[in-house]
C-alpha cells in the first residue's frame, strides 16, 4: 500500500477514535464532521510532506499546523475546550507520524 493510501486510512481510523467521546458528549454533527476531516487531511499531508522530521514528531508538528485555524475559532468561544482538543492532537498526531512513517 502507498503512503497516501496509508496516511488516509490511518486519518480515518483516528478521526473514528476522536469523534467517538464527541459522539457520546452529544455535541453538533458539523463538531464531529470538522474533527474526523481534520484528521483525514492530517494523515493525507503527513503522508506526502517532506520534511526533516520524522515519525511522531512529523505527525505532531504537521497536525497541530493543521490545527491552528480551528483552533482560533474554538478558542474564541470556548478557550477551555482547547485542553482536550491539544491533547487528542498530540496523541493522534504522533501516532498517526509513526505509523505513517513505518
Do not use: H
Not at 457520546?24 to 517532506?50: C, E, H, R
Not at 483552533?71 to 482547547?82: D, M, N, R, Y
Amino acid at each position: 500500500m502507498n503512503k497516501t493510501k496509508m496516511g488516509i486510512l490511518f486519518g480515518i481510523m483516528a478521526g473514528i477514535i476522536d469523534i467517538v467521546p464527541m459522539i457520546i458528549q452529544k455535541l453538533t454533527w458539523d463538531a464531529n464532521l470538522s474533527a474526523f476531516l481534520f484528521w483525514v487531511i492530517s494523515g493525507y499531508l503527513i503522508a506526502n510532506i517532506k520534511s526533516k522530521f520524522t515519525g511522531a514528531v512529523k505527525g505532531v508538528f504537521i497536525s497541530f499546523l493543521v490545527l491552528i485555524p480551528s483552533a482560533v475559532l474554538i478558542g474564541w468561544k470556548e478557550p477551555i475546550s482547547l485542553i482536550p482538543i491539544c491533547i487528542m492532537t498530540l496523541i493522534l498526531g504522533a501516532m498517526l507520524g509513526y505509523l505513517i512513517d513505518r
